[in-house]
């Protein structure tokens, strides 16, 4: 299989969502879970942007033993030096840098010509080559930007020293098909293109995030940048968790990454508490709901076997097992399952006693535990004297 890095974003455009800033502590604690779980490239901050971003930075370099460690900057010098200082006790370090490519960018953002965009870009690159010999450029809002055009700077890049080109969809504005071209168009046209990686940064605002990275990967990307729980700016990131089971669930695909999926609950909890950005229970992967069946159908067949109903084996990313939930939408065998497991044995006279009174009682509660089946149960002696 073809390896596929994962670059994680989580301390940086992670961070950038309101209220979920983070001290130092933190992003130390994070890290240092980061690097274990198996992450290729962990991106610590942007170090100019503040005092307490580039300390951050400074002493995740320091801890980070496995990943490199990845310092963000504008293309502008006094950014990529703040960088390259904060780096400096890294074993692995990276400068990201990069600057807007596409029209609106070079037209509003930056009030300049196509040409000038070209020549900062290759000026950047080649300023932080004389710090690190690892330099990854990205052209913000590559999703918007005219191909053509995008392969020059993708060109010019590579020509100053790229090691890595970051190609994003900043607003969450691509197709699928589309982004996945648009990756497959750079392989094609770009002088020089197989001696880099191609990155894709893929953000959520249409819910494609993850789609799109797919897309990238599929089409010569061989890296993705992404985050834990898919937290970021506006709609968030790429999820982490999502792309890493993808490629895992798809060998067909023949891409793998180094990612240790067993902590895949246990650092989603982590992110989640640390920042205070609890994850939605419908999750894919790591959310409260993500291994949980409250369907009477879904239930009888998740009894019988598993893989009716989970693509995933919940051991494999951190859940200890699968839950049958009871609700009103409950049947039989899944009342008898339940009920088994604290010591009821039924008879199937019994269970259809029992299962009548547990209709009755689910239909007063959203979710029926297991007190509640005592209860029931006791409801059912005392009105039909079984013998429980």
Same mark, same amino acid.
């Given at each position: ?21 983070? !001290?130092?502590? +933190? ?5 240092? +879970?980061?690097?274990? @779980? ?48 904060? @780096? &400096? ?17 070079? &037209? ?12 900062? %870009? ?24 005219? #191909? ?16 890595? @080109? ?6 969450? =504005? ?36 993850? %789609?799109?990275? *797919? ?13 834990? !729980? ?78 009716? =109903?989970?693509?995933? !084996? ?9 839950? *049958? ?18 010591? =009821?044995?039924?008879? &199937? ?28 149960? +006791?409801?059912?002696? #005392? &009105? ?5």
């Amino acid at each position: 299989m073809e390896h596929v890095e994962i670059f994680d974003t989580t301390l940086r455009d992670g961070e950038q969502v309101p209220g979920c800033k983070l !001290n130092t502590s +933190q992003k130390l604690r994070i890290a240092a +879970q980061l690097d274990q @779980l198996g992450v290729d490239v962990i991106e610590a901050g942007f170090p100019v942007s503040s005092p307490g971003d580039f300390q951050s930075v400074t002493e995740i370099s320091k801890l980070v033993k496995n990943a490199t460690v990845c310092g963000l900057t504008r293309a502008v010098e006094k950014d990529i030096e703040a960088a390259a200082e904060a @780096l &400096k006790y890294a074993r692995r370090p990276r400068i990201h840098t990069g600057i807007g490519t596409s029209d609106s960018h070079i &037209k509003y953002k930056f009030n300049t010509t196509p040409d000038k965009i070209l020549e900062r %870009a290759r000026d950047a690159v080649a300023y932080a080559k004389t710090f690190v010999h690892d330099v990854e450029f990205y052209a913000e809002d590559a999703g918007r930007t005219d #191909n053509e055009f995008l392969a020059q700077v993708c060109a010019v890049a590579i020509k100053a020293g790229a090691t890595v @080109l970051n190609i994003p969809d900043t607003t969450g =504005y691509c197709l699928p098909d589309e982004y996945g071209a648009k990756i497959k168009y750079l392989m094609e046209n770009v002088p020089g293109i197989h001696k880099v990686r191609i990155s894709c940064h893929c953000h959520n605002d249409l819910g494609l995030a993850t %789609a799109n990275a *797919i897309a990238g990967v599929t089409n010569g990307a061989r890296q993705i940048e992404c985050t834990i !729980n898919g937290i970021g700016e506006r709609a968030g990131n790429t999820s982490l968790e999502e792309v890493v089971m993808i490629l895992r669930q798809h060998p067909k695909l023949n891409l793998s990454t180094n990612i240790d999926s067993k902590r895949l609950l246990s650092i989603s909890k982590m992110v989640a508490e640390e920042m205070g950005m609890m994850v939605q229970a419908n999750k894919a992967i790591v959310g409260e709901n993500a291994f949980a069946h409250s369907s009477g159908i879904h239930q009888d067949g998740m009894i019988k076997n598993r893989e009716t =109903y989970e693509i995933i !084996n919940p051991t494999d990313v951190g859940v200890n097992e699968s839950s *049958i939930v009871l609700t009103a939408r409950s049947g039989r065998s899944a009342l008898a399952y339940r009920a088994k497991n604290i010591g =009821y044995d039924f008879t &199937k006279l019994d269970l259809d006693i029992v299962y009548s009174e547990f209709v009755n009682f689910a239909d007063t509660c959203k979710v029926v535990v297991d007190n509640d089946i005592h209860h029931i149960v +006791q409801m059912s002696k #005392n &009105k039909f004297q079984l013998s429980l």
